[in-house]
């Protein structure tokens, strides 16, 4: 199964390295780092079965990447900084001109996530903890002498941050587009009534004009950010889409392929079967042809040692007949051709016994001969083992016919013995001595005859069986064949599984890659973006500029009403830098555009400095 070869290639992974966080890009096994995050993505999408997640558990997985691990750990060496700095200075109000200028962009940005809705209740909770101040608004204390008119407005902008922050993102930035006119008028003709005393009516066109020239500007910026902000919704919906399309399809593939393994390993488990039955049966087989060689050979043993008694038995009789051949000499002068004639029959029968235990020789030497040439055959070839079992017990029942017949022939020999014994002692039933041992002889000759027809019919079954033999042999190396041209078939079927496999797993990863990359255009864009909201937002209100003014002693930008309200406080220095103001200038058009790009090109010098 493939989920659990790549699991065995986490554990050794774990017990090299001694944890489970697998790079994506890793250069030994890349395989094994993409299948570690698509099981993280499988698990957020709540796609993973408990049995692996609890496998996974076991050996200490990390359902989050190390890169989220380490954005946590900067944050919070962040927020000890800001601890830092307010236990020195007493607030958490940090200048932009700060020394630690990080640190001073990591408190802009918090503001700007927490007005966003971006920001997580953990963090948030954090920042309450140590009294962080999410809007400059509602830090700067009121003087004494403001009017009930300027109160009752700070109240409305306050209550009006205070929705923002509640609304939606997408809801925020519509309205904002929408309703920004009003509120720059309404906020001009406030700003207006309030300055009757030191402008007069051509300052008051003027810088309408220049509220509408920047509003204009404004609304067109907000709605290409709006049409930007769709695309690339519309872009990351889609590709979310295709990502999750395909892990289906590698989920599905994975099924396949789980199925094609258990199916070759149920016919490599056949095949294992069927290999050890056939081992088993050979192996019976070379026992019982052990068995049956060791019995041939114990019997031919005995057949030598019976021969020899009846060769040792034959040559007592030999002189037991001569002693009483010269006995008898006298009495038996006139029956001496009878008995010559007894003696050549029983020479011709000494002459047959030798021919027979030549026989036996011969084919005591031609079965060893043949036994040896079985071996070698067992050896080269499996298939003849039922052959040489089918000869040896031929050669089996040859041997107790020979063993029969030489019984028989024992007997016969003591027969005569007793005949002779009788011819000795009764000297006149020597007539009927002689017709017996020619009967004997007739009956020997009979007894020859059959054991030879015997040996031609077993001689004929036996080649008849070695057809038969030869036949189911080839029926054999056929089906063995046919066998190895399914294996052989089997693997072409497996490399081309794993070609298919290596090809879908190239396929993902160049996927992988696809979005990898897409993500971080997506993120250089989202980053781009947010700089440039915050290129135009007022660093007091966390809004954007209605009508920007620029203090030429530090070149911050601010909106007009909050420039003038903070230095109608009495304050004659800059809220970020807390430098003293002499005087105020507002900007143009295309003032605030060149502003902008060179402190975005300097942000950008100054990261590609740090890399």
């Given at each position: 199964?493939?989920?659990?070869d790549?699991?065995?290639q ?14 994506s890009?890793h ?19 709540s ?8 496998m ?6 990390e ?10 750990d900067v ?5 000890e900084?800001?601890?830092l700095?307010?236990?020195k ?10 020394d ?12 700007s996530q ?8 953990e ?9 962080f ?14 009017t ?6 700070k109240?409305?902008?306050?209550n ?5 922050r ?6 925020m930035?519509d309205?904002?587009?929408?309703q ?7 906020n ?9 005393s030191?402008?007069?009516s051509?300052?008051?066109n003027?810088?309408?004009?220049d509220?509408?020239n ?5 609304d067109?910026?907000l ?7 769709l695309?690339l919704?519309?872009?990351?919906d ?6 999750h399309?395909l892990?289906i399809?590698y ?7 789980q199925?094609?393994s258990e199916e070759?390993?149920s016919l490599?488990?056949k095949r ?7 081992e ?7 026992e019982?042809?052990?068995?049956l060689?060791?019995k041939?050979?114990?019997k031919?043993e005995?057949h030598?040692t ?6 040792s ?13 010269s ?6 002068s006139k029956?001496?051709?009878?008995i ?5 029959n ?9 021919a ?12 060893q001969?043949?036994r ?9 070839k499996?298939e003849?083992?039922?052959?040489l ?6 050669k ?10 030489n019984e028989?022939?024992q007997?016969?020999i003591?027969y005569?013995?007793?005949?002779l014994?009788?011819?000795?002692q ?29 040996q031609q ?26 066998k ?9 079927e ?7 496999i290596?090809?879908?797993?190239n396929?993902?990863?160049?996927l ?5 990359k897409r993500q971080k255009?997506?993120?250089s ?5 947010q700089?440039?909201?915050e ?10 500029f ?5 203090i030429?002693?530090?070149c911050?930008r ?8 903070s230095?109608a406080?009495?304050?004659?220095e800059?809220?970020m830098?807390?430098?003293?103001v ?6 143009r058009?295309?003032?605030l555009?060149c ?5 975005l090109t ?10």
């Amino acid at each position: 199964m493939v989920w659990l070869d790549k699991f065995q290639q986490l554990v050794e992974y774990k017990s090299k390295y001694g944890h489970c966080n697998v790079p994506s890009k890793h250069e030994e096994n890349q395989s094994l780092g993409n299948w570690v995050s698509a099981t993280r993505s499988q698990y957020k999408h709540s796609s993973l079965s408990k049995e692996r997640i609890n496998m996974l558990n076991d050996i200490g997985f990390e359902w989050t990447a190390p890169q989220q691990q380490r954005r946590d750990d900067v944050w919070n060496d962040k927020l000890e900084q800001l601890k830092l700095y307010k236990s020195k200075h007493g607030d958490c109000n940090m200048p932009q001109t700060y020394d630690n200028q990080p640190l001073a962009n990591w408190v802009k940005t918090q503001r700007s996530q927490y007005k966003h809705s971006s920001l997580s209740k953990e963090r948030i909770k954090k920042l309450n903890d140590i009294g962080f101040v999410w809007s400059m608004i509602e830090y700067q204390p009121p003087p004494s002498n403001e009017t009930t008119k300027m109160r009752m407005e700070k109240h409305a902008v306050g209550n009006e941050i205070e929705e923002s922050r509640k609304r939606p993102r997408e809801e925020m930035f519509d309205e904002e587009i929408g309703q920004a006119p009003k509120i720059m008028k309404q906020n001009s003709c406030s700003k207006v009534a309030n300055d009757n005393s030191t402008s007069s009516s051509e300052e008051m066109n003027e810088m309408n004009s220049d509220l509408e020239n920047a509003q204009n500007l404004l609304d067109r910026q907000l709605k290409e950010k709006g049409e930007m902000m769709l695309r690339l919704k519309n872009e990351n919906d889609v590709q979310k889409q295709q990502i999750h399309d395909l892990t289906i399809k590698y989920d599905e593939l994975e099924k396949e392929l789980q199925t094609k393994s258990e199916e070759y390993q149920s016919l490599e488990s056949k095949r294992k079967e069927e290999q050890q039955v056939h081992e088993t049966l050979y192996q019976e087989k070379d026992e019982k042809i052990a068995d049956l060689s060791e019995k041939l050979r114990s019997k031919i043993e005995v057949h030598n040692t019976e021969l020899k008694s009846l060769c040792s038995t034959n040559k007592s009789l030999e002189e037991k007949l001569k002693a009483k051949q010269s006995e008898h000499d006298g009495a038996l002068s006139k029956k001496d051709d009878e008995i010559k004639t007894l003696l050549s029959n029983v020479s011709g029968l000494e002459c047959q016994l030798a021919a027979k235990q030549k026989d036996i020789e011969n084919m005591v030497t031609s079965n060893q001969h043949e036994r040896k040439s079985l071996e070698v055959a067992v050896s080269q070839k499996d298939e003849q083992i039922r052959k040489l079992e089918y000869k040896l017990q031929t050669k089996q029942k040859e041997y107790d016919l020979l063993t029969k017949t030489n019984e028989e022939i024992q007997q016969q020999i003591l027969y005569q013995q007793h005949q002779l014994q009788w011819w000795s002692q009764q000297q006149y039933e020597q007539h009927q001595l002689q017709w017996r041992l020619q009967h004997q002889y007739e009956q020997l000759q009979s007894l020859e005859r059959k054991r030879i027809e015997e040996q031609q019919a077993h001689q004929k079954e036996i080649n008849d069986k070695f057809i038969a033999l030869e036949e189911e042999k080839q029926k054999l190396n056929d089906m063995l064949e046919l066998k190895e041209e399914e294996c052989s078939q089997l693997a072409i079927e497996k490399e081309k599984r794993i070609s298919e496999i290596e090809t879908l797993n190239n396929h993902i990863h160049g996927l992988n890659q696809n979005f990898n990359k897409r993500q971080k255009d997506f993120e250089s864009l989202s980053k781009l973006q947010q700089d440039l909201k915050e290129e135009l937002e007022c660093p007091i209100c966390i809004d954007t500029f209605e009508n920007p003014y620029m203090i030429p002693e530090c070149c911050h930008r601010f909106c007009k009403h909050c420039i003038e309200e903070s230095l109608a406080r009495n304050r004659k220095e800059c809220p970020m830098c807390r430098c003293m103001v002499t005087s105020k200038r507002a900007l143009r058009k295309d003032e605030l555009i060149c502003k902008i790009s060179e402190v975005l090109t300097c942000n950008d010098q100054s990261k590609d400095e740090s890399t």
